[in-house]
T-cell receptor, first 110, second 117 residues
C-alpha cells in the first residue's frame, strides 16, 4: 500500500514563530488532507488539497502532486496550535481507503 | 447537524468480553469509515461503508471484529473476545457522496476509547 512519511516527528516552537511541516507519499494520489488532532484527541480537517495551494488564516498548504509531497505552513504560531498534525492520502486506484502518516507533534510554548 | 457522534466515549472491559461501539454519521453523508489509533501512531484504516455496503476491510480487521451499517445510517463495530492488544481509540468518520462539495473530506467523531484489562 501507499506509504506516507511526515517530518519532523516532533517540533517545539516559541509563540509567534513560523514553521513548515512536510508530507511525502510513495504513490500518486487523488486525495490529500491535513488534519489537526487537539490534546483531547479530536481530529479536525484543516485542508483538502490533492494539488495546488490553499490558505486559511494563519495556515496554508501546498501540494506538488507530481513530486509526491505536501507542505503545511503555520505562521505566527499560537499555543492553541499545539497538537498533532496528520497528512492523509488516497492513492489513485486506492478506492476510498484514506491512509494516514504518523504525524508531527507540535508544541507551542508561550 | 450535530456532527459525527460516537458512543460510548470510554469503555473498560475485561479480556475475553465482547464490546460494541456505535457511530452516527452526519445525516447526509453516505460514506462511513472506522479507524483505530494507538498512542503515538496515526489512525489506521479498519473498514469503509458506502451506504449499507461494506466495500473495503483492512487485514487489521481480524475475524473477532465485525462492522455493520444496516439501512445505511448508523454503524456498529463489535469486537468479540477482546484482547489487551485491542486497547485503542476507535474513530469513526463520514463524508458526503461523490460529486457533492466536500465529497472526499472526512469529518471525525470524538472517538471511543477502549481499555482491555
Amino acid at each position: 500500500g501507499i506509504q506516507v512519511e511526515q517530518s519532523p516527528p516532533d517540533l517545539i516552537l516559541q509563540e509567534g514563530a513560523n514553521s513548515t511541516l512536510r508530507c511525502n507519499f510513495s504513490d500518486s494520489v487523488n486525495n490529500l488532507q491535513w488534519f489537526h488532532q487537539n490534546p483531547w484527541g479530536q481530529l479536525i480537517n484543516l485542508f483538502y488539497i490533492p494539488s495546488g495551494t490553499k490558505q486559511n488564516g494563519r495556515l496554508s498548504a501546498t501540494t506538488v502532486a507530481t513530486e509526491r509531497y505536501s507542505l503545511l505552513y503555520i505562521s505566527s504560531s499560537q499555543t492553541t496550535d499545539s497538537g498533532v498534525y496528520f497528512c492523509a492520502v488516497v492513492s489513485i486506484g486506492g478506492y476510498q481507503k484514506v491512509t494516514f502518516g504518523i504525524g508531527t507533534k507540535l508544541q507551542v510554548i508561550p | 447537524d450535530t456532527g459525527v457522534s460516537q458512543n460510548p466515549r470510554h469503555k473498560i472491559t475485561k479480556r475475553g468480553q465482547n464490546v460494541t461501539f456505535r457511530c452516527d454519521p452526519i445525516s447526509e453523508h453516505n460514506r462511513l469509515y472506522w479507524y483505530r489509533q494507538t498512542l503515538g501512531q496515526g489512525p489506521e484504516f479498519l473498514t469503509y461503508f458506502q451506504n449499507e455496503a461494506q466495500l473495503e476491510k483492512s487485514r487489521l480487521l481480524s475475524d473477532r471484529f465485525s462492522a455493520e451499517r444496516p439501512k445505511g445510517s448508523f454503524s456498529t463495530l463489535e469486537i468479540q473476545r477482546t484482547e489487551q492488544g485491542d486497547s485503542a481509540m476507535y474513530l469513526c468518520a463520514s463524508s458526503p457522496r461523490d460529486r457533492l462539495i466536500g465529497a472526499n473530506v472526512l469529518t471525525f467523531g470524538a472517538g471511543s476509547r477502549l481499555t482491555v484489562l
